[in-house]
């Protein structure tokens, strides 16, 4: 039988798998993770919590809490020689995406052939490889891992070496939990496709990182507070954003490929930001962040009518990451700390239920009747 092949740019529209880890509908502006609507569960689970429902497609009790927590918190030493080739990046000045990368491959030296184990490594070391990196680029020592910290925590701990209040690990939890998986992504495409060959857990996450690291995909959330901070008063954003759009310039942190309502996860955020800022020292930035994007949604609705451009998942997490003290630079890569939990779940899903590689088909469109002359 002759199956029909239709050419769909970039796959757009085709369902290449079925999964249970997490679903993205754009026309409702809705999306469930793990089974739970995004505003059930993000602002309150933990980050070990999210990861284990992931995988194992149930929350954890208590002990298994306590035990997955552990396991996690066992694999953040990374090797001297990830330290020595992150150090030989910092004389480079490579960019953080591109240090992540190198190292993450390192960290074959650490694992077996058990994927769940080596999906473990992954999760638990990229904070340590991102914080230890941004400290040598820095001028400054790694800080060696806190077993007693949640990996949030830990996370920031290792950045700055002292120990985060509470508001910050829970921004950050957030933040994480919100971005741990968003559907057939390209990020996760890759990695998804990498473990369908019967790769390994290590290289399907390396590709990952590979991906996310184009900013078509992991996006620059930065730009989205730096426009804010060029505003400074809620007074000057009209004539501000009418001269971009006016000049044919994109907003950044409006709009969204998929979404067409609404995008929860900026939903998510903005609640998030919200808790944290209101009554802080930074609460004038929320507000201002807040009325400089009333202002764009207005004018965006004016020169873009009837697209229903709205407030992305960017524009919030500039904010929440500035918040709790990130540099714009450690703004993707805290993204890929988040994703890894979902990127280490497809992985995990495909091997456990598919037995077929992806291999989707091309059009060719060259020619056909070419002689070799002599």
Do not use: C
């Not at 001269?243 to 998030?272: C, I, S, W």
């Amino acid at each position: 039988m002759l199956l029909e092949r239709i050419m769909r740019p970039g796959l757009e529209g085709v369902i290449a798998a079925e999964t249970r880890l997490s679903s993205v509908n754009g026309q409702l502006g809705e999306l469930i993770i793990g089974g739970y609507p995004l505003e059930e569960i993000a602002g309150n689970a933990t980050f070990e919590q999210m990861v284990f429902l992931l995988w194992h497609d149930r929350l954890p009790d208590e002990q298994e809490l306590v035990d997955f927590t552990n396991q996690l918190s066992a694999k953040r030493q990374i090797p001297q020689i990830t330290i020595d080739l992150l150090r030989e990046a910092a004389t480079n000045q490579l960019d953080v995406m591109d240090a992540l990368r190198m190292a993450a491959d390192t960290l074959s030296l650490m694992v077996g052939e058990d994927n769940e184990p080596a999906a473990q490594t992954m999760i638990a070391a990229f904070p340590t490889i991102i914080a230890a990196y941004w400290r040598l680029l820095n001028g400054d020592d790694p800080i060696i891992p806190n077993p007693e910290l949640s990996h949030a925590a830990n996370y920031l701990y290792m950045l700055n070496g002292e120990e985060p209040p509470p508001a910050h690990i829970r921004a950050l939890e957030t933040y994480l939990n919100t971005v741990v998986d968003h559907g057939f992504n390209a990020s996760t495409f890759a990695a998804r496709t990498i473990i369908s060959t019967n790769s390994d857990m290590v290289s399907a996450i390396v590709g990952a990182i590979g991906a996310l690291k184009g900013n078509l995909h992991g996006g620059a959330p930065g730009p989205a507070l730096d426009m804010v901070f060029e505003i400074g008063k809620v007074e000057n954003a009209e004539a501000y954003i009418r001269q971009k759009l006016a000049t044919g310039e994109r907003l950044m942190g409006f709009g969204h490929r998929v979404y067409k309502v609404r995008d929860p996860r900026a939903d998510m955020l903005n609640t998030a930001a919200e808790q944290f800022f209101v009554g802080g020292e930074q609460a004038e930035l929320y507000q201002l962040v807040r009325d400089v994007g009333q202002v764009a949604l207005r004018l965006l609705e004016e020169y873009k009518p009837g697209r229903n451009l709205q407030t992305n998942v960017e524009f919030y997490t500039a904010l929440i990451l500035h918040g709790i003290g990130l540099p714009n630079d450690l703004f993707t890569p805290t993204f890929a700390i988040g994703r890894a939990g979902g990127w280490t779940a497809h992985a995990l899903e495909h091997q456990r239920n598919h037995d077929r590689i992806i291999r989707p088909l091309a059009q060719y469109i060259g020619e056909t009747d070419r002689r070799w002359r002599k």
